[in-house]
């Protein structure tokens, strides 16, 4: 029996740890006041810009502007708190009863000497259904 409760724990944890990891691609960026990532979301027979910036980082919080599409959002965001992150779904929520592929922007630190933001972009799609085309940087 005791064999048995071991089985299950290590057959559990291993499961849990390979469905931890469900993103297909992490990508680090550094990103100076104002200056824009643009990356294109390539899906079907679909192309949309992705784009973030930030313009302040004040009192331990950076202000960020991003767009997807046509739509345009702000959030502030803190290190070492649960406001590190926001997500961006990339399809819409439709009949196809599944996870949405969606980034994950990350803010992971702050280098005053560079006056940089470092970001972690995570892509999460199960279905491989999105590729992903990265711009240079402009200002």
Known sequence: MRLFFSFCISLLLLFGAL?????????????????????????????????FR?????????????????KVMQNILYLNTKNQSFKVYLKTKGADFYEVPYFLVKFKEFNFKK???VFEL????????????YKKKRK
């Not at 993103?23 to 990103?31: D, G, P, T, Y």
């Not at 930030?54 to 046509?70: A, C, P």
């Open 19 to 51: 469905d931890a990891n469900d993103f297909a691609e992490v990508k680090r960026i550094e990103l100076k006041k104002d200056e824009i990532k643009e990356i294109t979301v390539k899906y079907e027979h679909y192309e949309k810009p992705f784009k």
């Open 54 to 70: 930030w313009t302040l980082y004040k009192n331990e919080g950076l202000v960020m502007f991003y767009s997807y599409g046509t």
């Open 115 to 117: 006056h940089q933001a």
């Open 122 to 133: 995570f892509l999460s799609d199960k279905r491989s259904q999105i590729k992903l085309e």
